[in-house]
């Protein structure tokens, strides 16, 4: 059982920077890979970037590589998300999710176990 709560969204403008975190509750939290998924209105949930559990490798969508970066700080039990130049694109509510794994992360949805609540990222033009 793993808990997730996102922060840190707002309204940003276009090329502004947003940092989003993503605490965790549990016993097996270094153990889980976690990623950041987002929804805007009339889309599908989309896959942004995520990162294994030892913080060794981590992995982007096309459409957010050079501007976000994930991290994770086990110690603390949360998971980062920076983002830089923001586009009015970028506009969607953003979950964190986990997923117990050996190694590595995965990029599909349906694969994560464990969802935060959701935090709104607004990028007015």
């Known amino acids: 059982q793993l808990q997730l709560v996102e922060s840190g969204g707002g309204l940003v403008q276009a090329g502004g920077s947003l940092r989003l975190s993503c605490a965790a509750s549990?016993?097996?939290?270094?153990?889980?890979?976690v990623g950041w998924f987002r929804q805007a209105p009339g889309k599908e949930r989309e896959f942004v970037a995520a990162i294994s559990g030892s913080g060794d490798s981590s992995g982007y969508a096309d459409s957010v590589k050079g501007r976000f970066t994930i991290s994770r700080d086990n110690a603390k039990n949360t998971v980062g998300l920076q983002m830089n130049s923001l586009k009015p694109e970028d506009t969607a509510v953003y979950h964190c999710?986990?997923?117990?794994?050996?190694?590595?992360?995965?990029?599909?949805?349906?694969?994560?176990?464990?969802w935060g609540q959701g935090t709104q990222v607004t990028v007015s033009s």
């Open positions: 549990g016993l097996t939290f270094s153990l889980n890979a």
């Open positions: 999710a986990a997923v117990l794994v050996v190694s590595g992360y995965y990029k599909a949805p349906t694969l994560y176990e464990y």
